[in-house]
């Protein structure tokens, strides 16, 4: 009897990078594993993670489903590939007179002449011969086009020439606005297309390097990516649409609530390291942002989950607000002191001597820095290279890097590029330090925890452990408002609202608020039980915290399936005589036929196909394609006469992804190995 065949869940967090082997048949969770996420090359993280599982469970991996920040981080912090953005059929002065190039993350964009209208027909020819020059401009200083057709959703043929022409001279991926969008808001759709075209060569890297760490350790299951809906495609698709993988953990997060608790109604609460994302899920299914996701500053047309996502972890920094004299905890992540000083003995000695002497450096709060990567890496400038060199030798005080060097202070007060490119990682007092502090968690080393909360208290007059509680109950009380704003809808920091959450909060006195939530809070992440238990208790919400649910981002990356939705159109051609046929518009070359029944029947078919094949692209094993139908009509001059506007058709493909046979039943059936074996 062959063994059953597991698949292998993977999340590369902000702080940790998880683990996760379930089992095909049953779902169930039979091993987990939990490393730092290494950012400044993420397979290395996923490797450690891997080999952390148990060896003989690995060769029966049938599947292998990443969720990854990489796309979120790469648009929040600027760091995509340079593009050139080529429009077609856009109208430059409408552009400009309104300020709309600022929706768009790219400067280098061109304007090509052609397009279609607003049924598909064509407006303008593409002018192919400024294609060719364009390309002869641009080659070698872009990694990737992106091409923007006006009404491109209603007939890609120009931009799909466009391709190829492209494709052809320069050699460089091409990525074309209907791939991404079936909406008519050119500009969004043009800024999605210019995202996806600067992220195609980061996520193509990063996908050769996993499927190398994956092969090294002899998995050679097929690679699925956790689109920011929740739902998963083949690694060779997610190398074409990197895009539609922002918000992929938070995604997984809600799959992985809902496949280890069952619930079809519920608040998941992921707390991490690095953030906490709240999502709410009715009736099974994650609410979804059908205006589109917003990451950064940049607002695209991708179908991703609905949420909301705040700086607090159990690693934030815990500092003092300045003339407030109170705590502060978050935004900023810092590796915390006790963790530090598992790895780096001197740390502790470092911090008694800072303890003992409170003239050293003056700072507020106490602040490490550690090397991550080699010393060459990212040096720019005489202080970089200072710092670099005094960290050669192991993680080292700010007041120590000031001795050295008083510049020091002044560039690591404000953001830097040592920082923000991960070659230099800061330490300092975390909610994880607090719960050292208070004994509720002990995997590290309390004697710096309890350094870090004395300089800390000593500037609040404060024991160590009143710090400690200070910093919990700060963490208790912005995870509150978080809940509370999530499931009021309203406004975060409402008056009232702020008023009635303070007397919740506080408890006792001489009026009391007792708040009730009937939807299940489910706690999840490592520091889910530290945290998010007291904050459900406030709000009188059912609490539920599944086991594993320290890695539920991993459970939900293997637990998703392939959603895949197509829309076509069909469209009334009119004439001043009146309707004089119809026209079939979606992600082809639209068509035109005679009579509207045929050319609604020929958009029944295509919808199908469309979805069900890009299913089965995306990794679907058995398809099921549900379809809806929607009638546009209006109403002619004097309302006696209805007008026939359209037919809108969307079909939805859902499938389980294809696992294939773990590798030893490989070697005895001999079954084709690599990478889509079994597809």
């Known amino acids: 009897m062959s063994a059953t065949r597991l698949g292998l869940g993977i999340d590369t967090g902000g702080t940790f990078t998880d683990a996760a082997l379930v089992d095909e048949a049953t779902s169930e969770v039979v091993a987990t594993a939990k490393m730092p996420t290494t950012r400044h090359d993420l397979a290395e993280g996923i490797t450690n993670a891997v080999k952390g599982l148990p060896a003989e469970l690995l060769a029966r991996v049938g599947l292998v489903s990443l969720s990854t920040t990489l796309a979120t981080n790469a648009i929040v912090e600027g760091n995509g590939a340079p593009v050139c953005l080529v429009l077609i059929g856009y109208d430059e002065g409408l552009i400009r007179s309104y300020d709309l190039g600022r929706l768009l993350p790219t400067a280098n964009v061109v304007y090509v002449a052609g397009g279609h209208n607003s049924v598909g027909i ?42 190829d022409i492209l494709v052809e001279l320069t050699g460089l991926p091409v990525t074309c606005g209907h791939e991404l969008a079936s909406e008519l808001d050119s500009v969004l759709r043009a800024a999605t297309c210019a995202l996806n075209a600067s992220l195609v060569p980061l996520l193509r890297d990063l996908m050769h390097s ?111 607000n300045g003339g407030e004299r109170r705590l502060q905890v978050g935004p900023r992540r810092v590796v915390p ?88 990682m800061r330490a300092g007092f975390t909610p994880t330090d607090a719960l050292h502090v208070l004994g509720a968690f002990s995997a590290w080393d309390r004697e710096a925890a309890l350094a870090g909360a004395s300089l800390l208290g000593r500037r609040l007059g404060l024991e160590p452990e009143e710090l400690a509680e200070r910093a919990v109950a700060e963490v208790k009380r912005q995870l509150v408002r978080s809940l509370v704003t999530m499931l009021t809808g309203s406004r975060d920091g409402a008056l009232g609202e702020e008023i009635l ?54 459970v939900g990356a293997i637990s998703g399936s392939v959603v895949v939705r197509e829309a076509v159109e069909v469209h009334g051609l009119y004439e001043p005589t009146g309707l004089v046929g119809y026209i079939l518009t979606g992600p082809f070359v639209a068509q035109r036929f005679q009579e509207r ?68 039943e490989q070697a005895v059936e001999g079954a084709p190995e690599g990478i889509g074996a079994g597809g």
Request: hydrophobic fraction near 45%; proline fraction near 6%.
């Open 122 to 163: 064509e407006r303008e020819p593409l002018d192919e011969a400024g294609l060719r020059e364009l390309a002869r401009q641009q080659a070698g200083g872009i990694a990737a086009f992106a091409v923007s057709g006006f009404f491109g959703v209603r007939n890609p043929d120009h931009e799909l020439r466009a391709r």
């Open 210 to 320: 996993v499927q190398r760490a994956l092969a090294s350790l002899d998995i050679t299951a097929p690679l699925m990516v956790v689109r920011g809906d929740g739902s998963l495609m083949r690694v060779e698709m997610a190398r074409e649409r990197p895009v539609e993988t922002i918000l992929s953990g938070p995604a997984a997060s809600v799959v992985g609530a809902k496949a280890l608790t069952g619930l079809q109604d519920m608040l998941a609460v992921d707390i991490g390291g690095t953030t906490t994302d709240l999502a709410l899920v009715r009736g099974g299914l994650p609410l979804l942002n059908e205006r589109g996701a917003t990451v950064g500053r940049w607002r695209t047309l991708v179908k991703a989950i609905q949420t909301v996502s705040r700086g607090l972890g159990g690693d934030s920094q815990v500092r003092l």
């Open 337 to 424: 002191l006790c963790f530090l000083a598992s790895r780096h003995p001197q740390v502790r000695r470092d911090l008694t001597r800072l303890l003992a002497s409170p003239e050293l450096g003056g700072e507020d709060e106490p602040a490490f820095f550690s090397l991550v990567r080699p010393a060459q890496a990212n040096a720019q400038s005489d202080v970089e290279r200072r710092i670099l060199a005094a960290l050669g030798t192991g993680p080292r005080p700010l007041w120590r890097l000031v001795e050295r060097d008083p510049w020091t202070r002044l560039y690591l007060s404000r953001p830097n590029a040592l920082e923000r490119s991960g070659s230099v």
């Open 501 to 554: 959450l303070e007397l919740a909060l506080a408890g006792g006195g001489e009026l009391e608020v007792h708040l009730h939530s009937h939807l299940p809070v489910i706690g999840l992440g490592a520091p889910a039980d530290y945290f998010v238990t007291p904050a459900a208790q406030v709000l009188g919400a059912p609490l539920h915290l599944p086991r594993h649910h320290g890695v539920a981002n991993a």
């Open 597 to 664: 029944e045929q050319a609604v029947a020929e958009a029944r078919a295509r919808a199908q196909h469309l979805a069900r094949e890009r299913a089965l692209a995306a990794g679907a094993g058995d398809v099921e394609v549900k379809l809806e139908v929607e009638e546009l009509e209006g109403t002619a001059a004097g309302g006696a006469d209805k007008l026939y506007l359209g037919t809108r058709l969307l079909a939805t493909a859902v499938g389980r992804p294809r696992f294939a046979a773990p590798s030893s």
